[in-house]
């Protein structure tokens, strides 16, 4: 770059004229600040697919010494040396939190750009997405090049998602990086140099921006406010999903959904995979397997399931077809420089691909799903879109539209499947009357988030692709993606009934819950396994249901913040080291209440780390102190989960699917703790947008079981909540009469409560075996739910 010989003032930040380089620094907020970097002869790019979120104000002062420039807001500074350009952050105090090499900086070798940042002493990385390996990401390297990678290995890279944005953490510190380019690019974490950390691309801009707050949280909400939140999806997207390569004909599909109603095992969505079509063409039906598709839909809704369609990009090269006609017609697919259309093998056999990079192709997409809604269809599977194709590896000089731009393939590879999912999510919630759209893609970009929820891949029905997957969506959720799930069961391969029955426990724990499985491979719906994996199998997903309550409130703080709905440890307990040891790294939290720890499918006797704070055993009451390994028994189909002390735990009664209502009693859990803790309450009508227009219902339940009182203060918003009574339990609290309401005085009663039954000695005709399971003599008190503010207080 060479040394600073310009500074000039700009909105928002400085622009230094450097020997070699244009350096832009711009602050978004006391935060986050933008570095952008370029050839002096260049311009600045003025477009991003990613970026949404703008600059603000942000007061801040200015030094200039002889050999550095100091920019300080209200959270950083940031010591620029003059000679060469070098940046440093460093908190108000003046401790280093991340920067450049001394001798490296930014720099470029031909058209490849890279920025080279000195490791801090016991430096930890973490986040990326979908990247497997360890949760401590120091001594790896990772490729950002969206990837089709059919059974890849746990240690595979790169997958289909490409998020370059991670988290450093170091002497109590941490921050976050993102960078902002979608060429084939590299992150390096000390892979095999003890110098320096890197993160390079093969061509572009270095354009980075660094994010500071005193919690990973607080750097989620920084990260996603740039990169954008998820919306709230539809409450039936986050009940049970069931999937196969392929159900067909349309007879087995309503086959399968009936036997989940005869069966008694909730479930919302059924799959149509792409035996659907007509020899693979997206947009069409087959013509004998599904002659009647409304009707089968139809059906399928009378008893209360959503169909979802898979839908690839790919366009089967075929005359009098009217998608591939239209295509060419108006000139919305990928072409070479010559003129002459890009052709690709995928499932149609040769094909054409939308360029979803033009504004025309988007629509015109978009306008598509107009008869599948029509049909009754609110929920849409983009697959493919790295794009795939058979051979993997698209020539580089195939030409983009890049909104009027232009673009090669090495610049909008990584952008399709992201472009493909706003493509759906925007044309389907135009046609969709004020519903809210499910879209589910398996390629993405940062910020795909707004648009669609993400699963894993074509994963392996194994103990290790169960830790790998889990891991995963914990990682997805440190880069702004918070729905987010794995195949349950494992795509290729074939589960035994133990590894699908711990599987679908973990599942019943994810933000989203799917099961699915490969073409010619064993039945794995969750009664192919025999009665006992299916009763372990009805228990979880009843389980899932009851705490919908629970679940949306937390998807709505996940749409609100960016914090995740499943959210690796690092994000509350990042100075643990415990944490971040391959046996314990697995370890999550579901919302803020519970702790997840995924076990083998074979392990009867499992050791477990729990932080600080004091844990209860959700199925048992038994409580455990913080900071500590404990082993407990995992029969067959048992899932550790912990809830922390100090929890609110909302729940209801378990329904066949979302579009039942259940009673109108609300069921709230109350866990004795130590700290004050509180809760956000978030209830709507689960499936519009009515909740723009002030159409919810959010309250604040705050419990302090040091002074004992709960309280549920007066709720906000016009909607009214489903619930007319609560019924509160009272988890390790010794309570001794009265308890009172509102100052008036309330009846305590007690009861024998049993969250899941059975867990293990499965006998199918004794239902009231395995008492153990049982909490005994819990307290509770039955209240009306009034909208005012609400006080419990006990003695
Ligand atoms: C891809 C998808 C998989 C799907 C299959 C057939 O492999 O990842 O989920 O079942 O294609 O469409």
Redesign the pocket.
Known sequence: MGSIANATTIENGYLFACENALVKLELFNAGTVRVNTIRANKEFEKFSYVVNGTPIYTPHEYFEESDYILIQTAKIKIRINKNPLRVQFLTLQGQIINQDHPSFGTSWIGSEIASYKSIQPNEIFVGLGEKTGNLNRRGSYYTHWNTDY?AYPTNGDPLYVSTPFFIGIHGGLCYGLFYNNSYNSKMDFGASNDRFTSFSAADGEMDYYFFYDDTISGILSQYTSLTGHMHLPPLWSLGFQQCR??YYPDKEVLNVARTFREKDIPADVIYL??HYMDKYKVFTWHPEHFANPDEMIEQLSEIGFHTVL?L?PGVKIESGYTIYEEGIEKNLFLKYPDGDLYRGDV?PGKCHFPDFSNPETRLWWGEKYAPLIQSGIEGFWN??NEPATWGKSIPDMVEFNYEGIGATHRKAHNLYGLLMARSTYEGTKERLMGKRPFVLT?SGFSGIQRYAAVWT??NIASDEHMFCGVRLVNSLGLAGIPFAGY?VGG?AGEASPELFARWIALGAFSPFFRC?S??NSRDAEPWSFGEEVEEISRNYIKLRYRLLPYIYSTFYEASQSGVPVQRSLVLNYMNDARIYSTDYQNEYLFGSSFLIAPISSTQVLSKIYLPEGFWYDFFTDKAHDGNSEIIIDTPKGSLPVLVKGGSIIPMQSAVAHTGVEGDDTMEIHLYNGVLKNSFTYYEDDGSTFAYEELQYYLREIILDSEIKQLSLKAKSGQYHSRFKSARIYFHGFKMERPIQKNGLALTLRYTDYRFVLPLSNFDPWDKEQDASKMIRDLPYVQIALSDEEIILCWR
């Open positions: 059919f390569y392929s995979d792409i898979i690839d499932w697959d493919m398996r891949g074509d195949d795509f699915h490969m073409i």
